[in-house]
């Protein structure tokens, strides 16, 4: 069994719509442990970082003017598989078309916004978790 850690964020929209303990519980109640928990107010320095994959993406700058809007809650999950199965439980992209049953699902829409507000990020790879786990809670 190999145990995975990734990287959490509850975004500026689940924070302030009071969403944070709803989310972090589903993720503990699906079993995975809690390793590091912080508040912050992100600069955009560390989100350049974090979204460097976007870069030049049409959505790029109002993603990251979204994400300086707000405290952002970050968090380290561990556990078997986490990665994938917080993707999962996270539902896809479009919180409008998300799965029922997840958080996107069950607690996001779409508000015809420049960005799409979708309430969490979560890692997609082991390399990504180990990159931004950096990012937001150093070495
Ligand atoms: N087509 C899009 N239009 C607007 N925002 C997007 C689009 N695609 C992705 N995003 C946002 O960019 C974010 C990239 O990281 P996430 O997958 O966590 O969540 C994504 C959305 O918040």
């Known amino acids: 069994m190999s145990i995975e850690r990734t990287l959490v964020l509850i975004k500026p929209d689940g924070v302030a719509r009071n969403l ?6 589903r993720i503990e109640s699906k079993g995975y442990s809690l390793v590091e928990l912080k508040k912050v107010n992100a600069t955009r320095d560390l989100l350049e970082q974090h979204y460097e994959e976007h870069l030049g993406k049409p959505f790029y700058e109002p993603l990251v003017e979204f994400m300086l809007s707000g405290p952002v809650v970050a968090a380290i999950f561990e556990g078997h598989r986490v990665i ?3 993707r999962c439980l996270a539902g896809t992209t ?3 078309t998300a799965a029922p049953g997840t958080i996107r699902g069950d607690f996001g829409r779409d508000w015809g916004l420049a960005v799409q507000q979708n309430l969490v990020h979560g890692s ?3 390399d990504s978790a180990e990159r931004e786990i950096k990012i937001w809670f150093g070495a």
Do not use: H, Q
């Open 84 to 86: 994938e199965g917080f």
């Open 20 to 25: 944070s303990g709803s989310i972090l519980a």
């Open 94 to 96: 479009d919180p409008t």
């Open 124 to 126: 997609d790879s082991v």
